[in-house]
Nanobody, 121 residues
């Protein structure tokens, strides 16, 4: 089970940090990824982090603006988002899997319910 939190309304250029609390999934043995889905669009891979947290991989669309991290003691993965744009508006999902780097939804078997991020003035 994964549960996202931290979404909300933010102005363009602002920042937001999403959290993904993990339970029931072998967090220490698994990788976690972040995805988003805007209305009428396919689910888009954003970032993933390895089991140890020592390796990260990003989609080109968010590289340099988003940062993924994990706190294994808290079973939580974070997505720090900066310089947000209106086109970042979407429902954001975290997902658990076993392969790194999993840059597609097919690598993940566990999904959260999503949290809405809206970037608007």
């Amino acid at each position: 089970q994964l549960a996202e939190s931290g979404g909300g309304l933010v102005q363009p250029g602002g920042s937001l940090r999403l959290s993904c609390a993990v339970s029931g999934f072998s967090f220490d043995d698994g990788t976690v990824g972040w995805f988003r889905q805007a209305p009428g669009k396919e689910r888009e891979f954003l970032a993933t982090i390895s089991r140890s947290g020592g390796n990260t991989y990003y989609a080109n669309s968010v590289k340099g603006r988003f940062t993924i991290s994990r706190d294994n003691a808290k079973n939580t993965v974070y997505l720090q988002m900066a310089s947000l744009k209106p086109e970042d508006t979407a429902v954001y999902y975290c997902a658990g899997g076993l392969e790194y780097p999993g840059d597609s939804a097919r690598y993940y078997g566990y999904w959260g319910q999503g949290t809405q991020v809206t970037v608007s003035s």
